[in-house]
């Protein structure tokens, strides 16, 4: 198994969190957003988005963080991470999809460049774009957590769950830039028993090989 990341992708973040959930080893190589690897020719003939992450298990090549946790949940079952009754799994991926669809996508590094580099948006209006995005996202997360009877130690119950994988990385970036997370303090509770974790605590950013 061989997984193509980079320290400070959200999306492969949420990916070696399941990845060191389940005990998996994989072969990594890291492309470095930064630089435009992503853009090369051999990148592109891999992942045609020229996005990461990129999963190669034998025969098997994924892209979509999402797609691939999925896949490996099914492949992999143990830990679940998803609920074993169809309401469960729903509200799992309701909570999942408010980051990595709704949240990151208009927030990530090739939209923020765009604004700058093309639209000729200043610093300030990047940082504005950033910040009012992701605190309406993570004001809607936190009004489907709490008080919610699902909610438990984690999103869902007891143990980590695909919602939980989107949340950390996202959280991570959330305090990259400075946004106030006392206002979520469900969310914020939630985050601190993923981080007590291993192995969300080895998918760190700054831990990665690749990290400056």
Not at 60 to 68: E, G, M, P
Not at 142 to 165: I, K, M, R, W, Y
């Amino acid at each position: 198994m061989k997984l193509y990341g980079y320290w400070r992708s959200s999306a492969a973040y949420r990916v070696r969190i399941g990845l060191n959930l389940k005990d998996l080893t994989v072969e990594e190589e890291f492309i470095a957003l930064s630089d435009g690897r992503q853009r090369s020719d051999g990148y592109l003939a891999l992942n045609p988005q020229g996005l990461v992450p990129t999963l190669i298990d034998g025969e098997v090549r994924l892209s979509q963080s999402l797609a691939i946790l999925e896949y490996l949940d099914e492949v992999y079952p143990q830990p679940a991470l998803l609920p074993p009754d169809p309401v469960g799994r729903a509200r799992v991926r309701q909570l999942a999809q408010v980051v990595a669809c709704d949240i990151h996508p208009i927030d990530n590094l090739k939209v923020l460049k765009y604004l700058t580099g093309t639209l000729g948006v200043s610093e300030d209006g990047r940082l504005t774009w950033y910040r009012h995005w992701v605190d309406q996202g993570l004001a809607a997360l936190e009004g489907l957590v709490v008080h919610n009877p699902g909610t438990g130690q984690f999103c869902h119950g007891d143990q980590p769950s695909l919602a939980d994988l989107c949340l950390v990385p996202q959280l991570y970036n959330a305090r990259r830039f400075d946004i106030d997370l006392s206002r979520y303090p469900t969310l914020s509770h939630i985050d601190a028993a993923c981080q007590a974790l291993d192995a969300f605590a080895k998918a760190a950013p700054e831990l990665q090989p690749d990290a400056p």
